[in-house]
Every structure is written in C-alpha cells, then in structure tokens.
C-alpha cells in the first residue's frame, strides 16, 4: 500500500494503523513536527495522520487542483545488479523485463515459489546497470529475505546478481502542477530529458533547487497512486527536508 503523507500546503489523507511497539521515523519526522503534524503508527512507522490547518477535504481537493507533496520515505527501495540481474528478477515476478525499453518501468508483484502474491512493486529498468525497485513498507522484511534467499541461491548456481537496500527519502510529487513545481528546480543540463520523461519513466538528476550530495543522485521516476499526474523523488536522505521544504515554497 502507498501511504501519502506530508502533503503540500499541508494537504492530508487519513490512514489506517497496522503495527504496535516501538515505531521509526522517517527522515522527515522532524519536519513533519515542525508542521504540527498529528502523528500515529503506521507499519512501524510515526507518519503523519493530518496537519493543524487543513480538513481531509481541502487538502484532497488541493491535490487534485494544484499538487501534494507526500512522505513516502517508509517504502523498500532497492538496486539489483549484476549481468543476470534481469532474469534473476524475473524469476521472482511476473515482469518481463528483458522486453522494457531503458529508463521504463512497469508494476508488478513478487511471486512465492508457489506462484503466490508476496507482494505488489515497481521495477525501473534504468539506463545505469541497474534495477531499481520499490515496494511496500509493510512487507519490507518479507521482501528482502525472499529476495536474498534467491540470490544466494542464484550466486551459489554461478549467477552474478547483487542487491543494495537504499538508504534514501521518497517523496512523491502528486497533482496538475506537479510538473511545473518540479521543472523549476530541474538544472539546465537536466531539462531536457526532464522535460521528455513520460509516464512510467525515470532518470537520474545532478541536482533539485540545487540541493545534491556529493556521492549520490537524485532518481526521478514519472508515476503515483492518485490518479493524477506525478512523479516519485528518491534523495538522500541527509537532503530530504531541504528539498521538501524548497517544493513547499513553489507550490502555487
């Protein structure tokens, strides 16, 4: 399940609890406070329920009129590598990945052996030598202990696969406007291929409102869950708040 969480212009979707105990926070658990967000658990995680300023309604409509920034920070993310990274996904999912064109993804679902539903992801095919998959927080566990139990299985039969657990934000830009808000921050050696990114597609950018790292890019993938347009926004964590908070300034 997607769960949409800091909202522009504080825009809120309730949400429904599935866990007890001690819960994390994602790297905007900070901003969130500083917005007076009520906080409440969600698949282990403190996530935001709504904002002291705006009914569901209002901040629902505002999605749908302008755009909402949500905190999606709770979700799996994941880099397979390795030049039998297709196949060994694959295997995995029902995807056929061989046949995606570079930089397109498509929504797929992890299978059990038994050719049951673990789980529902999204597998990018990137032009880098690599897969990137997210999947939900809920099952995050599930997810990477089938997924390294094949690999491991795979490495021991001579195949070359590798797979990196990110440790980066996710923000998803949802809404109308979303493109506008997001283009004012693209850099000029991005533009271009910003501007010819469609649905389902991603690209890797240097900079957004000139907030990077040094070590690591910014991955923007052109999809959502509300039905509008999008795009999903996966940062380094250590610059999620500052690339919240330069979005939150343009939203009109």
């Known amino acids: 399940m997607r769960l949409p969480l800091r909202v522009c212009r504080l825009c809120i979707t309730v949400l429904r609890s599935f866990s007890n105990g001690i819960l994390k926070r994602t790297p905007l658990y900070d901003f969130h406070i500083s917005q007076k967000a009520k906080m409440i658990d969600f698949c282990n995680f403190s996530m935001p329920l709504h904002y002291a300023d705006q009914s569901i309604i209002d901040s629902h409509q505002f999605v749908r009129q302008h755009c909402g920034l949500f905190d999606v920070s709770h979700m799996l993310q994941m880099q397979v590598s390795g030049k039998d990274r297709v196949s060994f996904l694959e295997s995995l999912t029902c995807a056929d990945i061989e046949e995606l064109p570079i930089s397109s993804g498509t929504l797929s679902v992890f299978l059990l052996n038994s050719g049951g539903i673990l789980d529902d992801t999204i597998i990018m095919k990137c032009k880098e030598p690599y897969l990137y998959i997210v999947s939900n927080a809920?099952?995050?566990?599930?997810?990477?202990?089938?997924?390294?139990?094949?690999?491991?299985?795979?490495?021991?039969?001579?195949?070359?696969?590798?797979?990196?657990?990110?440790?980066?934000?996710?923000?998803?830009?949802?809404g109308p406007d979303a493109y506008s808000v997001l283009r004012a921050g693209i850099s000029s050696s991005d533009?271009?291929?910003?501007?010819?990114?469609?649905?389902?597609?991603?690209?890797?950018?240097?900079?957004?409102?000139?907030?990077?790292?040094?070590?690591?890019?910014?991955?923007?993938?052109?999809?959502?869950?509300t039905g509008e347009d999008g795009y999903e926004i996966s940062v380094p964590s250590e610059i999620a708040i500052p690339i919240a908070e330069a979005l939150l300034l343009v939203i009109p």
């Open 138 to 174: 809920a099952c995050s566990s599930k997810i990477i202990a089938h997924v390294t139990e094949m690999m491991t299985k795979g490495v021991n039969d001579g195949k070359e696969i590798n797979i990196k657990v990110l440790n980066h934000s996710l923000l998803a830009l949802q």
């Open 191 to 225: 533009i271009q291929n910003f501007e010819n990114l469609f649905f389902m597609e991603s690209m890797l950018i240097d900079s957004l409102y000139g907030l990077n790292t040094p070590d690591s890019d910014i991955r923007l993938t052109r999809c959502g869950y």
